[in-house]
């Protein structure tokens, strides 16, 4: 994938498309949460578990029989997401939960995704944005007063490695978390732990070094490689180049909280 893919697919009606909406998540954000995926994703990470998320259209895959073909992914509108979302308000008052939007990238879709905080505002429910950061400034300009809390993948500080790995540069996605920083937003850094990728020391230390210059950020969360996605890179017929490679031990994990911890971080495994 090109590092100057898009950054967005503008559309101008309140509508979107999204290709999962999962109740009672409780690793997205705090308390009971409703998350609502939405499609399309400017990245193409290797070890990505969502590879549905990443085409911004419905697309037909094999099912698990490699028999027949099934769609993936929906036109919907605001209200009909609200519709679902409002089926669970008492989770989320009891829970102090809400709603958190990922995806693939929600930013991709910013009118809809615009649309969906305000509407998530009028119900008082708090929301979480589960993002790459690969986006234009303008566009999280658009929706940033109405997020309560960002869920900021961060995976590697070094720009031709990134661009190896995900795609695309790593400069619009420092700079956007600068800024939010230095606004005071509510961010919680994700970092996605691939073996012999985004753990290798030399990364660490430079992911460490570049966020010890952020104003409020001090919060991440690990999130351990895992396998659970492979099966629909076979049903999109997409090569997978991360077949062989197995998820970090406990060992290093420890290794990095206690890594991240010493250098002033509050640092959790999976968030
Ligand atoms: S940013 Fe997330 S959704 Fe997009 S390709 Fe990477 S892992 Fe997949």
């Known amino acids: 994938m090109e590092a100057s893919r898009k950054f967005e697919v503008m559309k101008t009606k309140s509508k979107g498309v999204i290709f999962d909406i999962k ?6 954000g705090p308390g009971i949460r409703t998350t609502v995926f939405l499609k399309g994703c400017p990245l193409n990470c290797w070890w990505c578990h969502n590879p549905e998320g990443q085409n911004p259209e419905p697309e ?3 099912n698990n029989q490699n028999t027949q073909r099934e769609i993936i992914g929906r036109e919907v509108s605001v209200d009909e997401v609200m519709a679902e979302i409002e089926k669970d308000l008492i989770f989320y008052d009891e829970s102090n939960g809400g709603v958190t939007f990922s995806g693939g990238e929600p930013l991709m879709q910013p009118v809809f995704l615009d649309h969906l905080l305000i509407a998530c505002q009028e119900q008082d429910l708090s929301t979480t ?3 790459c950061g690969y986006a234009s400034w303008e566009t999280i300009e658009r929706i940033k007063e109405k997020v309560d809390i960002f869920l900021y993948d961060l995976k590697m500080i070094d720009d031709t490695k990134h661009k190896k790995y995900t795609g695309v540069s790593v400069v619009p ?6 800024k939010l ?13 691939i073996s012999g990728i985004t753990d290798t020391e030399e990364n660490i230390s430079q992911l460490i070094k570049w966020t010890s210059h952020l104003q409020i950020v001090k919060e991440i969360n690990l999130l351990p ?5 492979f099966s629909k ?14 998820p970090p031990s406990q ?5 990095l909280l206690d890594t991240f911890r010493s250098n002033g971080f509050t640092a959790t495994i999976g968030g």
């Open 23 to 28: 109740k009672y998540a409780l690793h997205d």
């Open 181 to 193: 920083d230095l606004e005071g937003k509510n961010i919680i850094i994700r970092l996605p732990v």
């Open 60 to 62: 037909r895959i094999w």
């Open 251 to 255: 060992e290093r994990l420890d290794q």
């Open 129 to 131: 944005l589960d993002t």
């Open 225 to 229: 490689f895992h396998k659970s996605g």
């Open 173 to 178: 996605i420092l700079s956007n978390l600068k």
């Open 233 to 246: 890179y076979i049903k999109l017929n997409r090569e997978n180049k991360l077949l062989d490679l197995d």
